[in-house]
Structure formats: structure tokens, C-alpha cells
């Protein structure tokens, strides 16, 4: 994304990937130290790469900044032998995805920035892979809830546990880093098992309901 494809699929392949990625990993080694939304001319510095050759990969800071985002194509984030329990197998997704977004939070954090103030850019935060691994980690609940209703669960653990929720804990309620893990772990788990004792009728007709207008 962001890339000249052209540029970068014909003559020298091999050097310039090793160009692109060391331009992407000067981008995040800046965001690392503090630098929010590293400029191309500052990963071309950073990496000893000329400003002219960076632009060539990244034609814009935007195009920068998403490229230096941490991709993955996993599936699920569970280990092979993760087992049919629910509860263990949501615990173990729940603090592989903190642990993620934690550790990669400086690009995390330019990712929400930059997903606020441009609403038609296709960015990485709006693909909602998270949802798809938290269905992974309760598909022993597929046939107890429905599709609808381990959809719905899917979404509200992702919602207690993403950048969206570690910045209100750690800049708004004041929590540490370790403190947001702990209580984003705690409410994770909670609405599962909230969701594992209500009678199966209740939470297949609520993931149906609408929801209230003028709550906040």
C-alpha cells in the first residue's frame, strides 16, 4: 500500500525490498522513541537511504505511516494445542492481542490518529482482523450461541481490549500500562463468562435486539 509497484517490481527486486523494509523499519524505530508520525524525509535519514529513492517507495507520509504499521496474516492467535475450553482459549487470545497492541503501541496509536481524521482510506484498524481471531477463540461456542451471537461476543471483547481502549485507560483514567492489560484481561473474560451463564435464548434474541437510542 502506498507503494510505486512499478518502480519496485522491475530491475534490481531484491535491493529495493531491502530498501523498502529498512525504510519501514526506520519509520518504527522513530515511533518507538517518540517521534508519533515520522516523515519520509526522516525514515530516509534515519536509514542512510536519499530522500529522492525514499520517495520513490513512499510517495507521502501517510503511505509511510501505514506500510510501517505491524501487519500480520495470521489466523488466529492461539497455539496448536490451545484446546476446546472457551475460557482458556479467549484468555490466551485476549493477552496475545494486549501484549500486541502494547508493544507496538507508538504505531498503533499514529494508526487511530490517522483512521479519526481520514474516514475513505482503507487502513489496517478497519479491517477488523481481531474480530476474526476472537471468533477463532470461541468457535467451541458456535453451536451454543449461533453465528450471530458468537459475532456478537467476538465484537465486544475486541472493543475492551484494542489501542481504542488502552489510550482512554492510560491517558484519561491515569491506569499504567500493566494496570489497562490487567483490567482490559478482566473485562475480556467477564463478558464471556456473562455470556457462557445467560440461557442461550436470551443472548441469541439480545444479539438480534436493537440497541437503545440515548445511552452514552
Given at each position: 500500500?502506498?507503494?510505486?509497484?512499478?518502480?519496485?517490481?522491475?530491475?534490481?527486486?531484491?535491493?529495493?525490498?531491502?530498501?523498502?523494509?529498512?525504510?519501514?523499519?526506520?519509520?518504527?524505530?522513530?515511533?518507538?522513541?517518540?517521534?508519533?508520525a515520522p516523515t519520509v524525509d526522516a525514515a530516509a535519514?534515519?536509514?542512510?537511504?536519499?530522500?529522492?529513492?525514499?520517495?520513490?517507495?513512499?510517495?507521502?507520509?501517510?503511505?509511510?505511516?501505514?506500510?510501517?504499521?505491524?501487519?500480520?496474516?495470521?489466523?488466529?492467535?492461539?497455539?496448536?494445542?490451545?484446546?476446546?475450553?472457551?475460557?482458556?482459549?479467549?484468555?490466551?487470545?485476549?493477552?496475545?492481542?494486549?501484549?500486541?497492541?502494547?508493544?507496538?503501541?507508538?504505531?498503533?496509536?499514529?494508526?487511530?490518529?490517522?483512521?479519526?481524521?481520514?474516514?475513505?482510506?482503507?487502513?489496517?484498524?478497519?479491517?477488523?482482523?481481531?474480530?476474526?481471531?476472537?471468533?477463532?477463540?470461541?468457535?467451541?461456542?458456535?453451536?451454543?450461541?449461533?453465528?450471530?451471537?458468537?459475532?456478537?461476543?467476538?465484537?465486544?471483547?475486541?472493543?475492551?481490549?484494542?489501542?481504542?481502549?488502552?489510550?482512554?485507560?492510560?491517558?484519561?483514567?491515569?491506569?499504567?500500562?500493566?494496570?489497562?492489560?490487567?483490567?482490559?484481561?478482566?473485562?475480556?473474560?467477564?463478558?464471556?463468562?456473562?455470556?457462557?451463564?445467560?440461557?442461550?435464548?436470551?443472548?441469541?434474541?439480545?444479539?438480534?435486539?436493537?440497541?437503545?437510542?440515548?445511552?452514552?
Amino acid at each position: 500500500m502506498g507503494m510505486s509497484t512499478t518502480y519496485e517490481q522491475s530491475g534490481r527486486t531484491q535491493q529495493k525490498q531491502r530498501t523498502r523494509v529498512a525504510l519501514i523499519a526506520a519509520a518504527r524505530s522513530l515511533m518507538a522513541k517518540g517521534v508519533a508520525a515520522p516523515t519520509v524525509d526522516a525514515a530516509a535519514a534515519a536509514a542512510s537511504i536519499s530522500r529522492t529513492t525514499a520517495y520513490r517507495y513512499f510517495p507521502n507520509q501517510a503511505a509511510l505511516l501505514i506500510a510501517a504499521h505491524p501487519e500480520t496474516s495470521t489466523t488466529s492467535l492461539l497455539p496448536a494445542d490451545a484446546g476446546d475450553d472457551p475460557v482458556e482459549r479467549v484468555r490466551i487470545a485476549v493477552a496475545t492481542f494486549i501484549r500486541l497492541i502494547i508493544d507496538t503501541e507508538a504505531q498503533q496509536r499514529t494508526m487511530l490518529r490517522l483512521s479519526l481524521e481520514d474516514s475513505t482510506r482503507d487502513l489496517p484498524l478497519r479491517k477488523g482482523r481481531a474480530i476474526g481471531w476472537f471468533e477463532d477463540a470461541l468457535e467451541p461456542l458456535r453451536s451454543e450461541l449461533g453465528k450471530a451471537g458468537l459475532r456478537r461476543l467476538a465484537i465486544a471483547i475486541r472493543s475492551a481490549v484494542g489501542i481504542e481502549t488502552l489510550v482512554w485507560l492510560t491517558d484519561v483514567a491515569g491506569l499504567t500500562r500493566d494496570q489497562a492489560a490487567d483490567l482490559m484481561q478482566w473485562t475480556a473474560e467477564s463478558q464471556l463468562q456473562h455470556t457462557i451463564s445467560s440461557p442461550v435464548g436470551d443472548e441469541r434474541s439480545s444479539a438480534r435486539r436493537p440497541a437503545r437510542r440515548g445511552g452514552k
